[in-house]
């Protein structure tokens, strides 16, 4: 019988993650006790939010320990079970971390339709992103009929989700993003109502052509004068979903003050941040739909699927980083 | 039959309010027609509000044009009714403006129960601060038992209410507020858990000592370096309800950045704006539940009654920016 490889946090990064902070080890196969399953991993999702995971410090989730494996949102296919709810050759998709092998529970664990999309998909669009797009819009951001939404990052994997679910919804949507290719792709492509060029526009002036009736709900990945310029323009009870503020993540200047933060109480904002984890109970609904509005054609998804195996993993995360990828980025092991 | 005095709105003040933005005018009795009442005014409540309401510009309510009657909420007794629901003698509190007499349909008026406080405090105390504070603490800031509350300005109108019904509700009840007086009395004599002297204080270390459990609401009065050092110490899903920014508004420098701003992030924050119009239609239980308050001795007011009728309300509102009162400001007419 085969080992199991996983991939270990053998440091953490200081800057931009570097192989050696990666370490390949062999385990010996995993064996499911009562209650549990073991999983044959197919594709693992790549998501930004996995610099945090091995920073030190105080976040939303704790650290990966070093020595341990790396966490990762992964798909694959139930292999033996002793779980009355999973049977062999199931699709299921859950952190199951960056290895060849993983023992669940079954807690959050979803399974995955692929007679709706297929299984590199659940890790893909359908997966962080497209749960982060779906809580984010509709339950932080309270996104009706009618309501114009902005999202920055427009193109990216979450953005690019927001802006068609809010079509779905019958919102008017406008997406930020920076380039003519971008922006092209969020309203050719996509079906947003308006793109905003934030390198070649002047933000105030292109908020207010593309928002005639002002901005209900603002799905906010950017922070910094982006968002500024955005909390200008938003109508009473408007909601702020903030998603991320990846502006602030790596400037090495100090930030500037929000000129419009006195809009939060003049029009009577509703700000709230939101990280995916806190709807894990309900991934499960999400996904669905989702994948509902995928088959139906409503809902397109770009993928990035990179091979190499579990040993390109830092290589692979990397592409996040320096723009390498366009499209949601999965390795396949 | 006497004539109406009210006080008109003469010119937009620039800067601080003076006598000539406003004159005093001579009108017919107001008679009330189909289901209306004439109010005969007793105490006009003045509110740091007001000074907004003479602006011009977008607000959140529309600004008091030129000529008309200036805005104020005010406590007074039926007169003249032809409204089935209120009868001649009966305490009523409303939106009747600065005058002697005002017609109403009782669209948003409240039946003041004079047998729980006096007809003054539905103006002072048990008003516009008493409103704010409640929903502004229970609706907006979600406080609930075992929380900690902090509140800045919190020997102010509204926050000394807020802190009280913060222990009321069985929360830790730490307070905001500029000097050794001040922060004496929120704790000595209105039951504060805690008091931070910002004047005198490093806010950080102050906040660290007071709110050793971390801060799960924050209504917030003042906005810039206070509600920045609050941000830092939240609690996970902590929720920042905000009333006012009086930090910034006569504020001639640029405002400084948030330094902790990607705490709403990191930590789930529901950050919220709010004004106390929003909760118009509730006014009457909240009204009822702060008097059953007071008059069971939970909830003190401090009221600073002033004399010399509506002729004296410019220079009577003046005290709220110079800071010539201590307690709730009410003009008696």
């Given amino acids: ?62 650290p990966v320990q070093i ?18 709810d999973y049977k062999e050759g199931e699709a299921v998709i859950g952190l199951f971390g960056v290895q060849h092998y993983a023992i ?3 807690n959050n664990v979803v399974k995955a339709n692929t007679s709706l999309a297929p299984l590199e998909a659940w890790v893909g669009g359908l997966g962080m992103p497209g749960v982060t797009a779906y809580f984010g819009l509709l339950e932080v951001g309270e996104a009706r009929e009618g309501d114009t939404v902005v999202v920055s990052a427009a193109s990216g ?12 919804k019958g919102c008017r949507a406008v997406g930020i993003a920076g380039g003519p290719e971008k922006c092209a792709y969020i309203v050719d492509e996509l079906g947003f109502d308006a793109a905003i060029d934030y390198k070649n526009e002047d933000l105030r002036e292109a908020i207010k052509r593309t928002c005639p009736d002002g901005i209900d709900v603002n799905f906010e990945n950017v922070g910094g004068e982006i968002m500024d310029a955005v909390l200008g323009r938003m109508n009473t009870f408007g909601r702020v ?27 009577r904002l509703k700000v709230r941040g939101f990280i995916v984890f806190d709807f894990v109970e309900k991934y499960g609904e999400a996904l669905q739909t989702l994948g509902k509005w995928h088959a139906e054609g409503k809902l397109k998804l770009r993928q990035d699927v990179r091979d190499g195996g579990i040993e390109a993993f ?17 390795l396949k092991v």
Same sequence: chains 1, 2.
């Fill in 67 to 84: 020595g341990a494996t790396m966490r990762a949102f992964a798909a694959g296919y139930v292999e033996a079970s002793n779980h009355a």
């Fill in 104 to 106: 669940s529970d079954g």
């Fill in 241 to 267: 979903a903030i998603c991320g503020m990846i502006s602030m993540y790596n400037s090495t200047e100090p930030p500037k003050a929000l000129a419009n933060l006195r809009s939060i109480l003049v029009n």
């Fill in 314 to 330: 830092p290589d692979v995360l990397n592409l996040l980083y320096t723009g390498g990828n366009f499209g949601k980025l999965v």
């Fill in 157 to 168: 994997a979450v953005g690019s989700i927001v802006g068609q679910i809010a079509k779905i």
């Fill in 1 to 62: 019988m085969s080992n199991n490889r996983v991939v270990r946090l053998a440091s953490r990064p200081v800057g931009m993650v570097v192989r050696d902070n990666f370490e390949v080890a062999e385990e010996d196969m995993p064996e499911p006790g009562e209650g549990e399953f073991r999983v044959k991993v197919a594709y693992i999702s790549l998501d930004p939010a996995m610099r945090g995971w091995v920073a030190e410090g105080r976040s939303y989730v704790p």
